[in-house]
Nanobody
Framework: QVQLVESGGGLVQPGGSLRLSCAAS????????MGWYRQAPGKQREMVAT???????DYTHSVKGRFTISRDNAKNTTYLQMNSLKPEDTAVYVC??????????????????WGQGTQVTVSS
């Protein structure tokens, strides 16, 4: 089994910054892509940022230049640095990890895990 633990959400004023973390633990063989998604009230979940095992990144248009995704492979952790936050960034942010995992002495690919979500509120 694999567990994801997120941290770093909270309340911040417009223009402020927050850093989210997501640490994966458990029967992990290797981690492929890691990403952050968000869901605001009454809206569909959207991809915010993703990072591959090779370090290639992708961002939704609205956060480009403001958010930075990174990962520490030694710690099985991904980070989302969010700067110049706007009220429209308010949402529950959820971490996603695509990985290969051990089970019963074998390695299985295609494991897809989600964190519990962390609230980010941008308001004055």
């Amino acid at each position: 089994q694999v567990q994801l633990v997120e941290s770093g959400g909270g309340l911040v004023q417009p223009g402020g910054s927050l850093r989210l973390s997501c640490a994966a633990s458990g029967s992990i063989f290797s981690i492929n892509a890691m990403g952050w998604y968000r869901q605001a009230p009454g809206k569909q979940r959207e991809m915010v940022a993703t990072i591959t095992s090779g370090g290639s990144t992708d961002y939704t248009h609205s956060v480009k230049g403001r958010f930075t995704i990174s990962r520490d492979n030694a710690k099985n952790t991904t980070y989302l640095q969010m700067n110049s936050l706007k009220p429209e960034d308010t949402a529950v942010y959820v971490c996603n990890v695509d990985l290969d995992e051990y089970s019963g002495g074998r390695v299985y690919s295609g494991g897809d895990y989600w964190g519990q979500g962390t609230q980010v509120t941008v308001s004055s």
